[in-house]
């Protein structure tokens, strides 16, 4: 798992606990060290603290749930206020008050790590119009059967469409969803790569019942 926490002396108190308990941990002191950390490898569980010296943590947790679903610990001095619903409706798993003593902590810690299993292994495979979309084995089966090609950028297009099923995404968060598989993404990527997943999805663009253009703002996934 990863500590995300400008706090030298807390983050290694962190780190000792939790290998105490069996996890394998890794640090980043700010918001950047984040990111490289993340572009690397994916762990098992983020603890995302809100006061970086770089960037503000919900900013952070805002990218991070665009393009994933990593369990996130929200780590704060208060286990209460604003900063704990922004945090909860952002999708963050948990919120941790840092004054919580460590068996409280490594239980929530586990609890999450429990919750997050259990919903990968019931994500796997994502419904819509009769499609389905293998998130682990990167793979689009048609309603009769046929496998449908699609290139990296397009399954993350599509995966971040099937996930927020009914809700409108912004180009800014469809860019986030899959911006590290391409090279220099604009907005005009993203409506290109609408166009071409529309063509392999069977939708009619003037007249779609899968994705729907949200003028100016974004597309979104008919919950269908």
């Given amino acids: 798992m990863l500590i995300t926490d400008d706090d030298d002396a807390y983050r290694m108190l962190l ?5 105490g308990a069996g996890y394998r941990v890794e640090e980043a002191a700010s918001g950047r060290e ?15 603290d809100l006061n970086l010296p770089d960037e503000h943590g919900l900013a952070l947790l805002r990218r991070v749930r665009a393009r994933s679903t990593l369990p996130v610990i929200v780590l704060s001095i208060q286990a209460e206020g604003a900063d704990r619903v922004a945090g909860l409706e952002l999708g963050a798993d948990d919120y941790i008050s840092k004054a919580w003593p460590p068996r409280e902590l490594l239980a929530r810690v586990s609890a999450v790590l429990r919750r997050a299993q259990q919903r990968d292994h019931a994500d796997r495979f994502m419904t819509f119009a009769g499609f389905r979309l293998d998130t682990e084995g990167h793979t689009l089966q048609a309603p009769d059967g046929r496998d449908i090609p ?3 950028a397009q399954f993350g297009l599509l995966r971040a469409l099937v996930r927020g099923k009914g809700r409108t995404l912004t180009r800014d968060q469809l860019l986030d969803a899959y911006a590290d598989t391409v090279d220099a993404p604009c907005d ?21 019942s899968i994705i729907r253009t949200v003028p100016n703002v974004g597309y979104k996934l008919l919950d269908a």
């Fill in 34 to 48: 984040l990111e490289a950390k993340l572009a690397q490898r994916q762990p098992d569980l983020l603890l995302l």
């Fill in 150 to 152: 699609l290139t990296t």
């Fill in 15 to 19: 780190g000792a606990t939790l290998e």
């Fill in 188 to 208: 005009r990527t993203i409506d290109v790569l609408v166009s071409k997943l529309r063509r392999k999805l069977g939708d009619d663009a003037r007249n779609p």
